[in-house]
């Protein structure tokens, strides 16, 4: 059985692909960042000698990580309406995304903050820095750069995993898609545009977290040399 490919019918949609795509970006950038700041407080939390608030990051982590982020996803939109809490699609979507990659990132800056030398601890210590100036000077610059590549490595999945918001009626990228697929019925079309764009992003936003992350630690570096 012969195949023939055909775009054309295709172009009438381009505009709700761009409208998908950017939606899919603003998802991935709120997803990332928040996920990455909830993630270093919680790492922070669940290294301090503070028992009940260490405990309740550990019982977030666990769940998140243990969980599908579709599960998450319903919870939110669906389960929260029961108990009175009524959400839109997007504020849904945007909650589960932080939710979800805090969870992560946190587990994977904690293995960075616990990697740390005793002694660089005990030497700020000596000198005097209270327990919040050893967390910023000392612990997690170092602490994150070693983690940075894992870390980079889920905020890219979390940008790929954006494509589940589709299923309660959120048109990104993937929601686009599947409107487009179920009005032309070019479903091997459609979808071959879609694993395209999703590969190029992929390449796209390692390539700015990498670049954004040799700065960052670059200056961080500079900055210490200096007040040495």
């Not at 299923?167 to 071959?192: H, K, N, P, Q, W």
């Not at 190029?200 to 900055?223: E, Q």
Request: proline share 4%; aromatic share 10%; net charge positive.
């Amino acid at each position: 059985m012969e195949y023939t490919f055909q775009f054309g019918p295709l172009l009438n949609y381009l505009q709700q692909f761009v409208s998908g795509l950017w939606l899919t970006l603003g998802l991935s950038f709120v997803g990332i960042f928040g996920g990455i700041a909830l993630g270093i407080v919680c790492a922070t939390v669940s290294t301090s000698s503070f028992v009940l608030p260490r405990l309740a990051v550990r019982i977030y982590v666990e769940t998140m990580r243990n969980t599908p982020l579709l599960v998450q996803i319903f919870v939110i939109f669906f389960g929260l309406p029961n108990i009175g809490i009524r959400l839109s699609p997007l504020t849904s979507v945007f909650i589960a995304l932080v939710l979800n990659n805090g969870g992560y990132v946190a587990e994977i800056v904690r293995g960075g903050i616990q990697a740390t030398h005793r002694s660089q601890v005990e030497a700020a210590e000596s000198l005097g820095l209270t327990y919040f100036q050893t967390l910023r000077f000392v612990i997690l610059p170092p602490a994150l750069e070693k983690v940075f590549t894992p870390v980079v490595s889920q905020c890219v999945l979390l940008m790929l995993s954006t494509s589940l918001v589709s299923a309660i009626g959120v048109e990104d990228l993937t929601g686009a898609a599947m409107i487009a697929s179920s009005e032309t019925f070019r479903t091997m079309e459609v979808y071959l545009i879609i694993a395209v764009v999703y590969v190029l992003l992929n390449f796209i936003f390692r390539a700015v977290l990498n670049m954004a992350g040799l700065m960052i630690f670059t200056r961080s570096r500079r900055r210490l040399l200096g007040r040495v």
